[in-house]
């Protein structure tokens, strides 16, 4: 069975405390990874979309990386507006999925100043 | 700019009224979709149009209806609703339908059946 599982649930930091965020999956045929920010109440907000295992993308304190059984959210120096819930998707690559999304949980982020 | 207007963003109906949630993207985009968000839980796919057509229904009970009259919107009609369909409806969109596009996110339109 397809899975996506995110790791811890929820995160503490400190402001300035580095930190990564985990999302491993099981799934055959990975067509995409992508991470989504979502603050309360809000839609989810496009962070990065990795195709392929060893790729790295960067966007001000956020670094996204993907292996073949796992993606990490580094935080470098996190400040307090970095607190929300941090969302995890794949895609596969078959006919009926119509490119869709199977998420994780989510980790929650609070980040204190 | 990548921009998925919803409306309105928040709604309360009765069990027995007929509305409707609306989204609007001016991306150009071909695929558009429904997702529905509980509480504490991640989005969950509910429809999906390309290129103005459905192609995907997750076996979502026929009290919600979809429709895209062109390719820039997308509708969801409401009707005879249970309080557990309470939740926040996304509607998203990509440049394609299939795996390999981005899916954009608009902000959400909370419902609230009473």
């Known amino acids: 069975e397809d899975q996506v599982t995110q790791s811890p649930e929820a995160l503490r930091l400190q402001e300035g405390e580095s930190s990564s965020l985990n999302c491993s999956y099981t799934?055959?045929?990975?067509?995409?990874l992508f991470w989504y920010r979502q603050d309360p109440g809000k839609g989810p907000e496009f962070l990065f979309t990795?195709?392929?295992a060893g790729e790295e993308k960067e966007k001000e304190r956020l670094k996204a990386t993907l292996t073949k059984k796992e993606s990490f959210l580094h935080i470098t120096a996190p400040k307090p507006e970095d607190s929300a819930t941090y969302l995890c998707?794949?895609?596969?690559?078959?006919?009926?999925?119509?490119?869709?999304?199977?998420f994780g949980k989510g980790t929650k982020l609070s980040v204190k100043p | 700019d990548t921009e998925v207007t919803q409306t309105p963003k928040h709604l309360v109906m009765g069990m027995t009224n007929k509305k409707s949630l609306k989204c609007e993207q001016h991306?150009?985009?071909?695929?558009m979709y429904w997702y529905k968000q509980k509480a504490k839980k991640p989005p969950e796919l509910m429809f999906v149009?390309?290129?103005?057509?459905?192609?995907i229904n997750e076996s979502v009970p026929s009290r919600f209806s979809p429709e895209c009259p062109n390719s820039s919107l997308l509708n969801l009609h409401l009707h005879a609703l249970q309080p557990e369909d309470s939740a926040l409806y996304l509607c998203?969109?990509?440049?394609?339908?299939?795996?390999?596009?981005?899916?954009?996110f608009g902000e959400g339109s909370w419902l609230t059946v009473v």
């Open positions: 998203a969109s990509s440049q394609a339908p299939g795996a390999g596009n981005t899916i954009y």
């Open positions: 799934v055959s045929g990975l067509r995409g």
């Open positions: 990795l195709y392929s």
């Open positions: 998707a794949v895609q596969m690559n078959y006919g009926g999925s119509q490119g869709n999304l199977i």
């Open positions: 991306m150009g985009h071909r695929a």
């Open positions: 149009y390309s290129y103005e057509k459905l192609s």
